[in-house]
């Protein structure tokens, strides 16, 4: 008997929780739904969400439980961990609970209380901030060097004209294998069939003709070294965001996960690329895929 389930499929790169701490699995992941509607109407929900969905299949049900229960938090005082309390701390930025709302609305975006003015260490248990990071780091204790680093947008001292320049220089053979083998697969997933049905389902990158692969190298070759000091190092991310937004999908560089002005720079960088179709040609060339 066929499950009623709705079938979903875990995808990387894009559209994770912007929130969440960088080495969770649903800081870069997402849960896709709809897989038979056409990409630019398919749903998505976060993995925490996926995980408690009654309405999920099962496969994917158990593929975000583990994922999220494999992760492995690093230390709190890992320079990465550091800098995403200063951000989460910024976001949320005079933001407090609100005790006068209905029962478990005290934490909602819309009914929290906003008071610029509030001491935030004084108020730390009610911080909305703290509050999200002990969701990660039960006993986190903030101190007044925390509140005080806090940001959100472009990193304190971080001039936001300037290139970066730990990874401005020309990448290398592996960072473009890296760029091109999470575009080839954001390709195959975001990519239809004749029926509909998403390529990847049927394809994988051995199915992609070698003058395709070629030409999709030679696109994500320039565009890494063209765009190398915004990408600074994101390889397997921008090469996700370059292929969404060259083809204008629902996401991609604009979406809210790269800073001002590197998103601008390489939204426009990507869409003076065109659009690049990815398709099958069936009964020809082996079944090859193929590129426009």
């Known amino acids: 008997m066929a499950s009623n389930k709705e079938k979903a499929r875990i995808v990387s790169g894009g559209m994770g929780g ?10 870069r992941a997402h849960v896709m739904t709809d897989l038979r509607r056409r990409p630019e109407n398919r749903g998505s929900m976060s993995l925490e969400s996926a995980a408690e969905s009654e309405w999920l299949d099962p496969a994917t049900r158990a593929a975000a439980r583990k994922m999220l229960r494999d992760w492995v938090p690093p230390p709190i005082n890992s320079p990465e961990i550091a800098d995403w309390i ?20 005290e934490w909602n975006a819309g009914t929290m209380h906003v008071d610029p003015d509030r001491d935030p260490l004084l108020n730390a248990d009610a911080h909305a901030g703290v509050h999200l990071i002990r969701e990660y780091y039960p006993d986190y204790m903030p101190s007044r060097a925390d509140f005080g680093g806090a940001y959100w947008g472009t990193r304190p001292g971080h001039s936001p004209n300037a290139r970066h320049s730990r990874n401005a220089s020309a ?18 997933w975001s990519s239809t069939d ?27 070759k320039a565009f890494a070294k063209a765009n190398a000091g915004d990408i600074d190092g994101e390889w397997d991310r921008a090469g996700n965001d370059f292929w969404l937004t060259r083809n204008g999908h629902g996401s991609g560089f604009w979406d809210g996960d790269w800073p001002e002005p590197a998103k601008t720079r390489l939204t426009d960088a ?13 009964g020809y060339a082996g079944g090859k895929l193929h590129v426009s």
């Open 18 to 27: 912007f929130l969440n701490p960088p080495t969770h699995p649903g800081h």
């Open 86 to 105: 200063h951000q989460v701390l910024g976001y949320f930025r005079g933001m407090y609970r609100n005790d006068n709302a209905p029962r478990g609305q």
């Open 171 to 188: 990448p290398t053979d592996a960072e473009i294998d890296a760029m091109l083998a999470s575009y080839v697969e954001t390709a195959l």
């Open 194 to 220: 004749d029926d509909g049905e998403p390529l990847d389902a049927n394809y994988g990158v051995d199915d992609i003709a070698d003058k395709a692969l070629a030409s999709m190298r030679k696109d994500v």
């Open 270 to 282: 990507a869409h003076a690329y065109g659009g690049s179709d990815l398709y099958e040609i069936t």
